[in-house]
């Protein structure tokens, strides 16, 4: 089944974050890394008062159920050293499932397709790069619901360039 994750950080070095998040997902669990946006640089949202956010969006295959994706998430933000602190802080790290391809999930912890994704564009416009044609909740496709214009929501570039970027900056 196609799993559409979504990664965001804005602790640290961001890019690097992200990079160890799909390789914690993707290294030997039960996940297959299919597609990967770019990295977009987004406002944080909530609390605005923290560093700006470096999102994207990753589609991986699994013969897992929602529930296991969503624990290797909760796994990899656990090995990452993510602590919860409250909703809308900053942080290291923060796995979201989004949507599995055809299923509809709620139950406790654990909604699919995610229910706030229709209303936040850092979430959007990465996906609608991966999967524009994807069937959002509302009936709309992503690609239709994404706005690229929005100037909370910046394409930084693909992942590698963004990590060599930041190994570059610490020199």
């Known amino acids: 089944m196609r799993y559409w994750l979504g990664l ?77 602190r409250g909703k809308w802080g900053p942080r290291i790290i923060d796995l979201d499932v989004l949507v599995a391809e055809g299923v509809e999930v709620r139950e406790e912890g654990l909604a699919l397709p995610h229910p706030l994704m229709t209303q936040r564009q850092f979430v959007l416009v990465p996906l609608a790069e991966v999967a524009p044609e994807l069937r959002l909740a509302d009936g709309r496709r992503a690609g239709e619901a994404a706005d690229a214009s929005d100037s909370d929501v910046v394409r930084v570039g693909r992942l590698a360039a963004c990590v060599r970027r930041e190994a570059q900056a610490k020199r």
């Open 8 to 84: 965001g950080s804005n602790l640290g070095d961001r890019a690097t974050r992200l990079a160890e998040a799909v390789w914690l997902l993707v290294r030997g669990g039960p996940m297959r890394l299919a597609r990967l946006s770019s990295v977009y640089e987004t406002a944080p949202v909530g609390i605005t008062e923290q560093p700006a956010f470096l999102n994207m969006v990753i589609a991986v295959e699994a013969e897992a159920e929602p529930r296991q994706v969503l624990e290797a998430c909760l796994a990899a933000e656990a090995a990452m050293g993510r602590v919860r």
